[in-house]
């Protein structure tokens, strides 16, 4: 069974920085790729980032160089540092793993 555990959300102003983290419960973590997804108000879920289970890395358009994903294996967590927030990143941020959503973790960006 998995279970994944978004957290790090909050309000951030524009050109601010937020680490959110994604906690995962499940075996052979090291083994799967992860992925961050983000569903702003009213507009459907999109891709954000994937991380591969050997480490590499893509990005959409829209957070290229701002956004890093990461990933420790030794505590089952994968992060997403995000930099130089824009109002247009306000969404809720969710991590797949092997087909499963966690809960999400809310992001505003906001003066």
């Known amino acids: 069974q998995v279970q994944l555990v978004e957290s790090g959300g909050g309000l951030v102003q524009p050109g601010g920085s937020l680490r959110l983290s994604c906690a995962v419960s499940a075996s052979f973590f090291s083994w799967n790729d992860v992925d961050w997804y983000r569903q702003p108000p009213g507009k459907e879920r999109d891709w954000v980032a994937q991380i591969s289970a050997g480490g590499s890395t893509n990005y959409a358009e829209s957070v290229k160089g701002r956004f890093t994903i990461t990933r420790d294996n030794s505590k089952n967590t994968v992060y997403l540092q995000m930099n130089s927030l824009k109002p247009e990143d306000t969404a809720v941020y969710y991590c797949?793993?092997?087909?499963?959503y966690g809960q999400g973790t809310q992001v505003t960006v906001s003066s």
């Open positions: 797949l793993f092997r087909g499963t």
